[in-house]
């Protein structure tokens, strides 16, 4: 056939049409809706998007148009990384992988006729929900903190303008002031975080504030790679840091934001600036759909199926699965495990056993970086680990060095695994 | 040293007076550069029988234009560099291994440059002693090259499935970039079957040094390896 100017752009009208059109052209298409654009989320979205190429419709919903990622703020915080560094936009995810991102919150899950209701008003149908709502604060955890105190007392545990302001509050503390950190109990976000967060600001301090003092009234006994971190603050802060844990009274402890005050064990100290991590459970939402039990949201490793609801996936810091911590590489690794079941359940993809990982680096000093890691399975009853490693005390400097420019490589490749 | 200088004085010797001058004066020590070369024969051979690997073969590098092997298939941003004239010569090369992702940007190659002048000097000096006859390459002296595990011929003969190997994957591009970026973490795209394969093993038998490797590679199965093989050596 010849094709003539006129018929060109007839053909070229025909294809505007059936675009304007997606509910006829897409019936019968699979929908899959994703609440939430961190670690978990953007990697899932992505994922099922990429591998159905195009067989399921995928509607990611995430309020910030910018997402920060948690992991990399304390190393904003303590000046080595750009906040523009850790800032990423879903452009990509819209553009590449043709992922509809709704930039607006889920406010309510119908399970029976599996919808979501959004705060502007729209309602979204699903097959499949997948919920990777991170993490939102216990009521009432830290005696004397809510959020409308978390401008005195900033938590910095959603990395962004909480970032940025308890950056510049460590900035201007006076000479010989007084930094508290009130950590959080397991489990939580990201575990070694609390105390990459103290290294990074002792390390701040170091520079700037060398007489300052740091506590952290901790309401566990130990911590993640305590060994390390205590090893690290010895041979880089003398002396600067004080950690209280529950053995000592860290478990008693209430703050007074008007007076940026913190009471441990009943003893009073006037601070300058107070970081307060609250409980954490999984987010709100979460808790909406109903199918959460106690804190947190029980999935099933095999598939991260919410074991109250078969047509909705947890993904991430808001679930229940056995051995992982709650990391973004977790939610990464769970994400993906995910898809596949989620493809394979609406396309009948080829679906292989579930099978996850997770490394946290953490810097200590300048180039002093440290990291754990493990490999999990899905059981029946739970995700289990099956091998780990840590980093060791005594390390050398150039193993050190090495696994910190690895964490930046990490990083640089779990971002492109996440938003593409 | 000695060996470098009798090198150099044939090389000068063959190659005529164009390069005389240069070759008056050794690079640096070819000895010790044998040595830094240790960093970079995981991926480069160099001497008889060297081949293509996860980099080219190195064998008369000196005075070749950047990406000329039409049996390799080069990063995109080194077939610019080619367009844009870079030659390997020793401020080419020199420059290349200082600082690699700033002399040619988008190379596949992750190395994150090797800083102090005398390394990268002892370092094109060994170089060179198998650029003495760029036209006759397989005449320079062979160089001991172990192999890293010995695998039955029947793991090597795997072929791996590569749907497998794209949902095994998923595992490792958390680090590694699919487009093969380098950023503090390797490229492990695009590489000849059987060097992936190999350097898995290697990992899982913990002989290669890397905690997250040897758990990563610890529980992966042989057809798991060829099947991630398969999957990575292809991906564009």
């Known amino acids: ?420 | 040293m000695r060996l470098g200088g009798v090198v150099i004085a044939v090389w000068a010797a063959l190659s005529g007076a164009a390069f005389a001058e240069e070759s008056a004066t050794a690079i640096g020590d070819p000895e010790r550069g044998a040595k830094m070369f240790k960093r970079c024969q995981s991926c480069h051979q160099v001497g008889l029988g060297g081949k293509h690997k996860v980099g080219p073969h190195l064998n008369g590098i000196f005075f070749r234009p950047a990406a000329a092997f039409d049996d390799y298939k080069y990063s995109k941003g080194m077939y610019a560099a080619r367009e844009a004239g870079l030659v390997w010569d020793v401020d080419g090369l020199g420059n290349f291994l200082e600082a690699p992702k700033a002399t040619v940007p988008g190379t596949k190659m992750s190395f994150r440059g090797m800083k102090k002048e005398q390394d990268r000097n002892d370092l094109l000096a060994y170089l060179r002693t198998f650029s003495d006859n760029p036209q006759d390459i397989p005449e320079a002296a062979p160089t001991a090259r172990k192999v890293e595990v010995e695998l039955a011929p029947e793991i090597l003969a795997i072929v791996g499935d590569p749907d497998y190997g794209e949902y095994l994957s998923t595992e490792c591009t958390t680090c590694h970039q699919t487009d093969g970026a380098y950023d503090g973490i390797p490229s492990i795209v695009q590489w000849p079957t059987e060097d992936f394969v190999i350097a898995m093993h290697a990992y899982k038998i913990k002989q290669r040094e890397h905690p997250v490797m040897q758990m990563m590679a610890g529980r992966l199965s042989d057809e798991e390896i060829a099947a991630l093989a398969a999957y990575f050596g292809n991906l564009e």
């Open chain 1, 1 to 420: 056939m010849k094709l003539n100017r006129r018929g060109f752009i007839g053909a070229g009208a025909a294809v505007a049409a059936s675009l304007s059109a997606p509910m006829v052209m897409g019936a019968g298409k699979p929908r899959v809706v994703v609440i939430g654009g961190g670690a978990g989320g953007a990697t899932a979205a992505r994922y099922i998007a990429k591998g159905s190429k195009g067989a399921i419709d995928v509607t990611l919903v995430e309020p910030s148009r910018t997402y920060y990622t948690c992991f990399f703020s304390n190393l904003y915080i303590a000046g080595f990384r750009e906040l523009s560094s850790i800032a990423h936009s879903y452009g990509t995810l819209a553009s590449k992988y043709g992922v509809n991102v709704v930039h607006d919150w889920a406010v309510g899950i119908d399970r029976d006729a599996k919808t979501v209701s959004l705060a502007g008003g729209a309602k979204l149908s699903y097959d499949r929900l997948v919920l990777s709502p991170g993490i939102d604060f216990v009521d009432g955890a830290v005696p004397g903190w809510d959020v409308t105190s978390q401008n005195k007392m900033p938590h910095a545990y959603k990395a962004g303008s909480q970032s940025e302001l308890l950056k510049a509050q460590i900035e201007a503390m006076p000479q010989g002031g007084t930094f508290a950190m009130v950590a959080p109990p397991n489990p939580y976000r990201c575990p070694p975080g609390p105390y990459e967060r103290v290294s990074m600001v002792a390390h701040v301090l170091k520079e700037k504030n060398p007489t300052a003092k740091i506590i952290i009234a901790d309401p566990k006994p130990k911590f993640s790679k305590m060994a390390l971190f205590q090893e690290g603050w010895g041979n880089h802060y003398d002396g600067m840091i004080d950690w209280v844990g529950s053995d000592f009274g860290g478990d008693n402890v209430e703050v007074n934001p008007d007076e940026m005050t913190v009471s441990i064990d009943g003893e009073v100290t006037k601070v300058d600036v107070c970081n307060v991590i609250p409980a954490m459970k999984a987010g709100k939402i979460c808790e909406m759909a109903g199918i959460t039990e106690g804190n947190w949201a029980p999935v099933s490793g095999h598939t991260m199926q919410s074991r109250i609801d078969e047509n909705i996936h947890v993904l991430g810091d808001a679930t229940n699965q056995g051995d992982m911590p709650k990391s973004g590489f977790s939610a990464n690794s769970q994400a993906k495990v995910a898809a596949m079941a989620i493809r394979g359940a609406l396309t009948g993809s080829k679906v292989f056993p579930a099978k996850f990982s997770n490394t946290c680096w953490s810097l200590i000093d300048t180039e002093d970086g440290v990291k754990v890691g493990a490999t999990y399975e899905a059981t029946d009853e739970k995700i289990a680990k099956v091998d780990g490693f840590i980093s060791k005390t005594g390390e050398g400097a150039e193993l050190r060095k090495a696994t910190y420019e690895e964490s930046v490589g990490w990083y640089a490749g779990i971002t492109s695994d996440m938003f593409g």
